[in-house]
C-alpha cells in the first residue's frame, strides 16, 4: 500500500484500553527482546530486513558502475547476462534494483525514525505538560490525520523544490501525526498509573520522571510505532516518486516504477521492468509487518494463534 | 431445607494447559448442595473458586479443560452435556450472576432486549410477551419497568446488578451461582442487594453457590460453607458452626481479615505475618503462604478433606501458631 | 447532540487549516514553481485569467490579510481558478466532471473491502486457531504489503495486457455515449472491476486483523460471557454482543481510513487511466497546473471531512454511550 | 448559611501536638472539555487535624472525595481552596507551585493499587535508592544496599528481593515494598489511600499491623483513607466520616462506631456484614436513614432538613462530633440530642436502629 496509516496497524493491533489485559498477561518488559528473537515471524522479518541491508549496503561492489547507465541493448527479457533483462532505455535492472534498495532504505528508516521521534516528542509533551497543552497538540495531530495524505503530499511536494531531501519533510510532515496519535495515549495512559505519583510524591525531578519512569515502559509501542512509520515511508515515497514527484534522476524504487510506467513496460510486455522493484517494497514492508506483529504477540499474547483449536463449548 | 442434593461435585479437577507446563487450578474438590440451600465459597483470588463456577456452568474457555471428576445436576452428568443441549440446560436449570455487573452487561444493547433474550431463545416468546415478562421481574427486583429501554451505562451500579438478578430468576432456574456478586459495589449498596438475593431466595426457593471473599458475607447469608485455597477445599461445616470454631488456619486467616465492628480492640494475625515471616523456606509450607509465584501445582500439598464431626470437614489439623490472640 | 456538534466544529477547523495551507503554500516557498508555471501559461491566457490566478498565487501587491479574505471567499465560492493543463476550463469545472468517477471506485471498493474484511475478522476471531485463522492473515497482510499502484500495474499486465478479459483503460468503452442503459452499465462494470479489486486486495487485510483484533479482546469481555451463559444461540452471541460491540473501533478506524483509501484510488486511477480525479493529478502535475493541484487537495479534504461526518453520525446510532453526553 | 466559625472547628489542639492541621480543604474538578466552566465540588471545606503519633482514618464510600483529600496533601492535586499546615507553615501559601523537597521529606504517600504503583521497569531497589538518595539519607552505593536493606526487614521482607521485579512479588509484597518507599525519606507523616483494598483479604490484616506498628514504634502520624470501616476501627485512634465531599461525623474510633450519631454514619454502619451482631437491622429504620441520607429535602427527621442549611458541628460526646441538625440545640431538646418533640416515633424507631447498644450521647 503506498499511503498507508502509520497508526493504522498499531492502533489497531494495541486497543487504547489497556484494561482488557488481564493482571495475567502483565509481562516484563525485559523480556520484550527475548520473546521477539523467538517468534518466528520476528526471525523471517529480520532475516528478509537483514538481507535487503546487506544488499543495499553492498551495491556498488555487487553492481559497479553508476546503475542509470545505458549499458546495453533495450528491453531485453532476464537472461544470464542481465539476470531480471533491461529497461526500455537499456539499463540493467538487477542493478537498478539493488541500487533503488538504498534510496528507499534510507529515505524509509529516515522517514520512520523522524515520524516517530516527532510522534513521540509531542505525546510526551501532551502526557507531561496536560490539559491546556494536551488538548492543543492533540487538536493539530487529530487535524493533520484527517487531511488525506496523498493530495497533501502532492501539493507539498510540488512547492518544494525537488529532491530526496523534499521527500523526506514531505514524508515526515504528513506522517508524524498518526504516530503522535498512538504514543500520546500511550504516554497519557502510563502518566496516569501510579508510579508515576508515587515518583513525583518521592521528589523525583519531573524530567526524570518523563525519561526514568515513564519511557523505559514505552519501548514496545514505540518500536512498532517506528516499524508502522517505516512501512509508511517506503510505500508514500514509492507513490510520490510513481507520480513524478520525486527527483526522476535519483535511482529507486519509486523511481524505477515511473520510468517501467513511462516506457510503457505494462503494454510491451517488459514484466521484468516493473516486477522486481514493486516485489522488493512488498518483501521490506512484509518483513516489517511481520516483525510488528511479534512486537504485538509478545507485549499481548491473547493475539497469538492458538494451533489447537478446542471445541468451543 | 431439604437435604436432597440438587448439585454434586465429585473430585474435580481442572487444568490450565501452558505453553509447557500444567496448573492445577481446581484440584480433586467435592461438595454438594441441597435442595433450597445456600452453599458458600470461600477463598481468595486466584484460588479456583470462580473456575469451580465455571465448570459448573461449562464456562471453561480453551486452556482450561476438566480433566477428571463430575458434575451431576439433579441425577444429570452435566460434564456429557453437548452442543444444543447443553445451551438449552444453560439458565434454564443454572444461572450465574458475575462479579461486575457493568461488565456483564452487553453495553450497546437496552436492559430490556438482554432480558427479552432470554426468553425468545428459551421460550420462543413473541418479542412482546417476553417484553411484559421482562417488566414483571424487574419490578421483582423494584426497578421501574420504564428501565427496560434504558442502557445499562445509564443505571447505577447498584441497579445494574439488580437487573442482572432479574435476568438470573427470568426462567426460574433451582440453583443460582453467584460469583462474587457485590464486590464492586459500595457497602450500603452491597447490603440491600443481598438483602434482596436473600429474599427471593426464601420466596422462590432456589439454591444457590455463592461465591465471596468476604467471610463476614457469606457467614450472614450462608446456610453451609466451604473454604477453598489453591485450588483445594479446606475447611466445610455449617456456617455458623464454621464462623463460631474455625478449624483451619487458613480459615482463621480469611475470618481475620475483617475485624469485628463491636467489642473490644483485640490484635489479629495475618498470613504474612506468622507463617511467611517465621518460615521462609519452602519445605514445611503447611497451605501454601509460600507458593511459588508461578502456581505451579502447589496444592499437592494440601491433605484430603477429613470428617471430623458430622457434617463438619477440614483438611487438617489446626496449627495452634495462627490464632487470633487477645491484646 | 453535543458530539456531534463538537464534530462538526472539529471538521470546519480542518477545512479551514487545508484552506489556510492551500493559502501559504505559494506564498511562502520559494516562488520559481509559480513563476515557471505563469512562464509557461502566460501566452495562452486571457488577461483577467492571469489576474485572478496571480491573485490566488498571492503575487499581486495587495496586504496579506486581504489576499486571504478573498482567498477563502473565493474557495467558498467554488472559484478555484482556470486548470493550465485543461486550459482554458475552470478548476472547479475539471474536478466537478471527475469526481464522480473516484467516488464510484474509492467507495464500492471501500465498501466491498470493509463488509468482506470484517466478515472473515468476525469469523476468524470467533474460530480461533481455525482455517480462516491461520491461513488468511499472513496471506492478506503480504498482499498488503504491495504499494496500490504496483498491485493495479501487475493486474493490468496479467489480466489486461496478457489475458485480455478485462479492458484496460478508462472506465467505459471509448464511443460510447454516457447513458442509462445495460450494456453501459455493464461496460462501466467491467471497467471498474480490475482497479476495485486491486484496491480491496490492499486494503482487506487490514480490516480483518483489525476486526479479528477487537473481536478477541471483545470476545473476552464479561459481557460474552454472561450471554454464552444465558443459553443464547452461537450466532446471535457472535453477531449481537461480540461483533456489534467489536464494530465500534472499526467504524471510527472507517472514518479515519477514507484519506488513505482516496490516496490509493488516485494511485490506482492513474495506472488504469481511469477518468477520476487521481488521473487528472497525474496530469495536474506533468502539466505543472498549480491550480487543479490545490483545487483536487481541497475537493478530496473536503469529501473526506463530510465523510467522516457521517461516519460519527453513524457512530452515535451504534454507540448509546455517547448520545447521553 | 455561614456558620459561626467557633462552632464548627474541632477543638483545637495546640498546634505542636498536631502534625498536619487541615482547614476548609476544597477541591473543584473542571468537567468537560477546554472551554467548559462547569466544575464538579470532589472535596468541600473539609477541617481536620492529625494529631502527632496517630492513626486518623477517613471512611466514606467511592466517590465521597476521600482519595482527593489524600492527594492534595501529597499535593498531587492542587486543592481550590484551603490551607495545610505542616510544621507551622501553610504550605499552600509558601511552596505555591510545587511541594518542596522539605514537604516530600515530611510528608510521604502509599497508594491503593499494589500492581500500579511500582514501575514494572525497575528493581525494587530502585523504589528505595531513589528515595533515599534525592532526600540525602545515603550517598554511596554500600550506604544505599544497607539502608534499603534495613528498610526491607522493616516491613517484613528480606534483602535479597531487592533485586527482584515487581511482577515477582506478590501483592502483598509489593504494598509492603510501597510502605518501605514512603519509609525512605524518614517522614512524619503517611497518607495511606485504602492501602488494602486491593490486596489477598488473608494478608490485608497484615499491613495494617504495619501501620500500627510505625505508628507505636516510629511515632509516625497517618491518615489511612478506607471504605471499610472495621480495618477503620481496628487501627485508627480517630475516624472520620466523608459524605459526599464533606466530613460528616468524627471522633474517636471505637467511640464513634459505638454511637454513630449522623444517619449516613449509621447507615453505612448497619450495612457492614457482621456475624457477630446479635441486633438485626430494621427495614423500616434504614429505609428512614437512605433517605436522609440520599434525599435531604425529604428528611425524616422534620425540622432536621440539611438541604436549606447547612448543618453546622456538635458535639456529642468526648472528641465526637457530628454535623447534622437533629442535634442543634433547636431541634432536639438540651437531655437527649436524638429526641424530637415534633416525631414521638422516633425514640422507638432509634431503638430498633442496627446498634446493638446505643447509649444516648452526652
Keep these: 500500500m503506498s499511503v498507508t496509516n502509520p497508526s493504522e496497524?498499531?492502533?489497531?493491533?494495541?486497543?487504547?484500553?489497556?484494561?482488557?489485559?488481564?493482571?495475567?498477561?502483565?509481562?516484563?518488559?525485559?523480556?520484550?527482546?527475548?520473546?521477539?528473537?523467538?517468534?518466528?515471524?520476528?526471525?523471517?522479518g529480520a532475516a528478509v530486513l537483514l538481507l535487503f541491508g546487506v544488499v543495499a549496503l553492498a551495491a556498488p561492489l555487487l553492481a559497479p558502475g553508476n546503475p542509470s547507465l545505458i549499458t546495453a541493448i533495450?528491453?531485453?527479457?532476464?537472461?544470464?547476462?542481465?539476470?531480471?533483462?533491461?529497461?526500455?532505455?537499456?539499463?540493467?535492472?538487477?542493478?537498478?534494483?539493488?541500487?533503488?534498495?538504498?534510496?528507499?532504505?534510507?529515505?524509509?528508516?529516515?522517514?520512520?525514525?523522524?515520524?516517530?521521534?516527532?510522534?513521540?516528542?509531542?505525546?510526551?509533551?501532551?502526557?507531561?505538560?496536560?490539559?491546556?497543552?494536551?488538548?492543543?497538540?492533540?487538536?493539530?495531530?487529530?487535524?493533520?490525520?484527517?487531511?488525506?495524505?496523498?493530495?497533501?503530499?502532492?501539493?507539498?511536494?510540488?512547492f518544494l523544490p525537488p529532491g530526496i531531501g523534499t521527500v523526506v519533510v514531505v514524508l515526515i510532515i504528513t506522517g508524524w501525526a498518526g504516530s503522535a496519535r498512538v504514543l500520546r495515549s500511550q504516554a497519557l495512559s502510563i502518566r496516569s498509573k501510579d508510579f508515576v505519583a508515587a515518583a513525583v510524591v518521592t521528589g523525583e525531578h519531573p524530567l526524570r520522571i518523563m525519561f526514568r519512569e515513564i519511557l523505559p515502559n514505552m519501548a514496545s509501542i514505540v518500536m512498532s510505532t517506528f516499524l508502522a512509520c517505516v512501512i509508511f515511508g517506503i510505500g508514500a515515497q514509492a507513490g510520490l516518486e510513481f507520480l513524478g514527484l520525486g527527483d526522476a534522476s535519483v535511482v529507486s524504487w519509486g523511481t524505477n516504477l515511473y520510468w517501467a510506467s513511462n516506457d510503457g513496460a505494462l503494454f510491451t510486455g517488459a514484466w521484468w521492468a516493473f516486477a522486481p522493484s514493486g516485489l522488493c517494497i512488498a518483501l521490506v514492508a512484509f518483513a516489517l509487518a511481520m516483525v510488528n506483529y511479534a512486537v504485538d504477540e509478545v507485549t499481548n499474547p491473547r493475539l497469538r494463534t492458538t494451533k489447537k483449536g478446542r471445541t468451543r463449548a | 431445607m431439604s437435604t436432597t442434593p440438587i448439585l454434586e461435585?465429585?473430585?474435580?479437577?481442572?487444568?490450565?494447559?501452558?505453553?509447557?507446563?500444567?496448573?492445577?487450578?481446581?484440584?480433586?474438590?467435592?461438595?454438594?448442595?441441597?435442595?433450597?440451600?445456600?452453599?458458600?465459597?470461600?477463598?481468595?483470588?486466584?484460588?479456583?473458586?470462580?473456575?469451580?463456577?465455571?465448570?459448573?456452568?461449562?464456562?471453561?474457555?480453551?486452556?482450561?479443560?476438566?480433566?477428571?471428576?463430575?458434575?451431576?445436576?439433579?441425577?444429570?452428568?452435566?460434564?456429557?452435556?453437548?452442543?444444543?443441549?447443553?445451551?438449552?440446560?444453560?439458565?434454564k436449570e443454572i444461572a450465574m450472576i458475575f462479579q461486575s455487573a457493568m461488565n456483564s452487561l452487553n453495553p450497546v444493547m437496552t436492559i430490556g432486549s438482554q432480558m427479552v433474550d432470554i426468553f425468545t431463545t428459551h421460550e420462543g416468546l413473541s418479542v412482546k410477551q417476553a417484553r411484559s415478562r421482562s417488566a414483571e421481574l424487574l419490578r421483582l427486583v423494584s426497578i421501574d419497568p420504564v428501565r427496560l429501554d434504558s442502557y445499562p451505562h445509564q443505571l447505577s451500579g447498584g441497579m445494574r446488578q439488580r437487573a442482572v438478578i432479574a435476568m438470573a430468576l427470568a426462567l426460574e432456574p433451582s440453583l443460582l451461582i453467584m460469583d462474587e456478586p457485590t464486590t464492586a459495589l459500595d457497602v450500603v449498596v452491597q447490603q440491600e442487594i443481598m438483602a434482596q438475593i436473600s429474599d427471593l431466595q426464601r420466596q422462590l426457593g432456589f439454591s444457590v453457590l455463592f461465591i465471596t471473599h468476604d467471610m463476614s458475607l457469606m457467614v450472614e447469608l450462608s446456610h453451609r460453607m466451604a473454604v477453598m485455597h489453591s485450588g483445594r477445599l479446606v475447611e466445610m461445616a455449617d456456617a455458623e458452626l464454621m464462623f463460631a470454631s474455625p478449624l483451619h488456619p487458613y480459615t482463621l486467616s480469611l475470618m481475620n481479615a475483617f475485624p469485628p465492628l463491636t467489642g473490644p480492640r483485640i490484635r489479629l494475625t495475618g498470613l504474612s505475618d506468622s507463617v511467611r515471616a517465621a518460615d521462609g523456606s519452602s519445605g514445611s509450607c503447611s497451605f501454601h503462604v509460600s507458593c511459588p509465584p508461578d502456581r505451579a501445582n502447589c496444592s499437592g500439598n494440601i491433605p484430603d478433606l477429613r470428617e471430623v464431626e458430622p457434617g463438619r470437614f477440614v483438611a487438617e489439623h489446626p496449627r495452634p501458631s495462627i490464632e487470633g490472640t487477645a491484646a | 447532540m453535543r458530539f456531534i456538534v463538537r464534530r462538526l466544529a472539529f471538521y470546519l477547523l480542518a477545512f479551514w487549516v487545508s484552506i489556510t495551507l492551500n493559502f501559504l503554500l505559494p506564498r511562502f516557498m520559494p516562488g520559481d514553481p509559480v513563476t515557471r508555471m505563469f512562464a509557461q501559461a502566460a501566452n495562452k491566457m486571457q488577461p483577467h485569467q492571469i489576474e485572478q490566478l496571480r491573485q490566488l498565487f498571492g503575487l499581486d501587491e495587495r496586504p496579506i490579510w486581504q489576499q486571504y479574505l478573498s482567498y477563502v471567499h473565493n474557495i467558498f465560492t467554488g472559484q478555484m481558478g482556470v486548470s493550465i493543463s485543461r486550459f482554458p476550463t475552470p478548476v472547479a469545472e475539471v474536478i466537478g466532471s471527475q469526481i464522480g468517477w473516484t467516488l464510484l471506485l474509492g467507495g464500492t471498493a471501500l465498501v466491498i473491502a470493509v463488509v468482506i474484511g470484517n466478515l472473515l475478522g468476525i469469523l476468524a476471531a470467533w474460530r480461533r486457531g481455525g482455517v480462516l485463522d491461520s491461513v488468511f492473515p499472513p496471506i492478506l497482510v503480504f498482499v498488503g504489503s504491495f504499494p496500490y499502484f504496483w498491485l493495479a500495474m501487475a493486474a493490468l499486465y496479467l489480466f489486461g495486457v496478457v489475458l485480455g478479459w478485462f479492458p484496460i483503460r478508462h472506465a467505459f468503452d471509448a464511443g460510447m455515449t454516457p447513458e442509462l442503459s445495460w450494456t453501459f452499465i455493464a461496460s462501466i462494470a467491467t471497467h471498474l472491476f480490475l482497479p476495485a479489486l486491486t484496491i480491496v486486495l490492499v486494503s482487506i487485510g487490514g480490516w480483518m486483523l483489525g476486526m479479528r483484533n477487537t473481536m478477541i479482546a471483545t470476545t473476552a469481555e464479561d459481557y460474552i460471557l454472561m450471554a454464552e451463559a444465558k443459553g443464547l444461540t452461537n450466532n446471535r452471541i457472535m453477531f449481537r454482543y461480540a461483533a456489534r460491540n467489536a464494530m465500534l473501533p472499526s467504524v471510527t478506524a472507517f472514518g479515519m481510513s477514507f484519506g488513505f483509501i482516496v490516496g490509493g484510488a488516485l494511485l490506482t486511477e492513474v495506472v488504469f487511466a481511469y477518468p477520476g480525479v487521481g488521473y487528472q493529478l497525474l496530469a495536474a502535475v506533468q502539466g505543472l497546473d498549480y491550480p487543479l493541484m490545490q483545487g483536487i487537495f481541497l475537493t478530496i479534504t473536503a469529501a473526506v471531512l463530510v465523510a467522516n461526518f457521517l461516519v460519527d453520525i453513524v457512530y452515535v446510532r451504534l454507540d448509546p454511550r455517547v448520545r447521553v453526553s | 448559611m455561614t456558620t459561626n466559625t467557633g462552632q464548627r472547628r474541632p477543638r483545637t489542639a495546640p498546634i505542636d501536638d498536631v502534625s498536619v492541621r487541615v482547614r476548609g480543604l476544597t477541591k473543584d474538578f473542571p468537567l468537560?472539555?477546554?472551554?467548559?466552566?462547569?466544575?464538579?465540588?470532589?472535596?468541600?471545606?473539609?477541617?481536620?487535624?492529625?494529631?502527632?503519633?496517630?492513626?486518623?482514618?477517613?471512611?466514606?464510600?467511592s466517590g465521597s472525595g476521600k482519595s482527593t483529600v489524600a492527594r492534595a496533601l501529597a499535593r498531587l492535586e492542587r486543592p481550590t481552596a484551603g490551607s495545610i499546615v505542616v510544621g507551622g507553615r501553610d504550605v499552600l501559601k509558601t511552596e505555591k507551585s510545587a511541594a518542596s523537597r522539605r514537604y516530600r521529606g515530611t510528608v510521604q504517600m502509599v497508594f491503593q493499587d499494589p500492581f500500579g504503583s511500582l514501575n514494572p521497569a525497575h528493581r525494587v531497589e530502585h523504589f528505595l535508592e531513589r528515595p533515599l538518595r534525592i532526600h540525602g539519607k545515603a550517598r554511596t552505593r554500600q550506604e544505599v544496599r544497607r539502608q534499603s536493606a534495613e528498610l526491607m526487614r522493616t516491613v517484613g521482607l528480606t534483602e535479597d528481593m531487592l533485586d527482584s521485579y515487581p511482577h515477582e512479588l506478590s501483592g502483598g509484597q509489593r504494598q509492603r515494598v510501597s510502605i518501605a518507599r514512603a519509609l525512605a525519606v524518614d517522614p512524619e507523616i503517611i497518607l495511606a489511600d485504602e492501602p488494602t483494598s486491593m490486596l489477598d483479604v488473608s494478608v490485608r490484616i497484615g499491613i495494617l499491623n504495619l501501620m500500627a506498628r510505625l505508628r507505636d514504634e516510629r511515632g509516625i502520624s497517618m491518615l489511612f483513607i478506607t471504605h471499610d470501616l472495621a480495618s477503620a476501627r481496628y487501627v485508627a485512634d480517630t475516624t472520620l466520616v466523608m459524605f459526599a465531599g464533606a466530613l460528616v461525623e468524627g471522633g474517636e474510633s471505637l467511640e464513634l462506631m459505638q454511637n454513630p450519631s449522623h444517619p449516613y454514619t449509621r447507615l453505612l454502619l448497619s450495612a457492614v456484614p457482621d456475624p457477630a451482631r446479635t441486633v438485626r437491622y430494621d427495614p423500616v429504620q434504614r429505609a428512614r436513614l437512605r433517605q436522609a441520607v440520599l434525599a435531604p429535602t425529604a428528611c425524616p427527621w422534620q425540622g432536621a432538613d440539611c438541604s436549606a442549611t447547612l448543618p453546622v458541628r456538635h458535639t456529642v460526646g468526648p472528641d465526637h462530633w457530628v454535623r447534622c441538625h437533629l442535634y442543634s440545640p433547636q431541634v432536639s431538646s438540651a437531655t437527649n440530642p436524638l429526641l424530637t418533640d415534633s416525631d414521638p416515633d422516633l425514640e422507638s424507631n432509634l431503638d430498633a436502629a442496627p446498634v446493638p447498644t446505643r447509649k444516648a450521647a452526652r
Design chain 4, 32 to 61: 468537560g472539555g477546554l472551554f467548559s466552566r462547569r466544575s464538579m465540588r470532589a472535596v468541600d471545606n473539609v477541617d481536620f487535624d492529625i494529631p502527632r503519633g496517630t492513626i486518623v482514618a477517613l471512611v466514606g464510600e
Design chain 1, 9 to 44: 496497524t498499531v492502533a489497531q493491533a494495541t486497543p487504547d484500553a489497556p484494561a482488557v489485559v488481564p493482571a495475567s498477561d502483565r509481562r516484563p518488559r525485559r523480556g520484550l527482546l527475548r520473546g521477539i528473537l523467538g517468534n518466528r515471524k520476528a526471525a523471517f
Design chain 2, 9 to 91: 461435585v465429585t473430585n474435580l479437577r481442572v487444568e490450565y494447559h501452558g505453553d509447557n507446563r500444567q496448573v492445577v487450578a481446581v484440584n480433586d474438590v467435592s461438595f454438594s448442595i441441597g435442595e433450597g440451600e445456600i452453599f458458600g465459597l470461600a477463598g481468595e483470588s486466584g484460588c479456583g473458586k470462580s473456575t469451580v463456577a465455571n465448570a459448573i456452568m461449562r464456562l471453561l474457555k480453551d486452556p482450561a479443560e476438566v480433566t477428571h471428576g463430575q458434575i451431576r445436576f439433579k441425577g444429570r452428568d452435566l460434564l456429557a452435556l453437548r452442543g444444543e443441549e447443553l445451551r438449552r440446560f444453560r439458565w
Design chain 1, 74 to 158: 533495450a528491453s531485453q527479457p532476464p537472461s544470464l547476462e542481465h539476470l531480471l533483462g533491461t529497461t526500455a532505455k537499456g539499463q540493467d535492472v538487477l542493478a537498478l534494483t539493488m541500487h533503488g534498495a538504498r534510496t528507499s532504505l534510507l529515505v524509509g528508516f529516515v522517514v520512520g525514525a523522524a515520524a516517530t521521534l516527532v510522534g513521540l516528542l509531542v505525546g510526551v509533551a501532551s502526557a507531561y505538560f496536560g490539559r491546556v497543552i494536551d488538548d492543543l497538540l492533540s487538536l493539530v495531530t487529530n487535524v493533520f490525520l484527517l487531511i488525506p495524505g496523498l493530495p497533501l503530499l502532492v501539493i507539498l511536494a510540488a
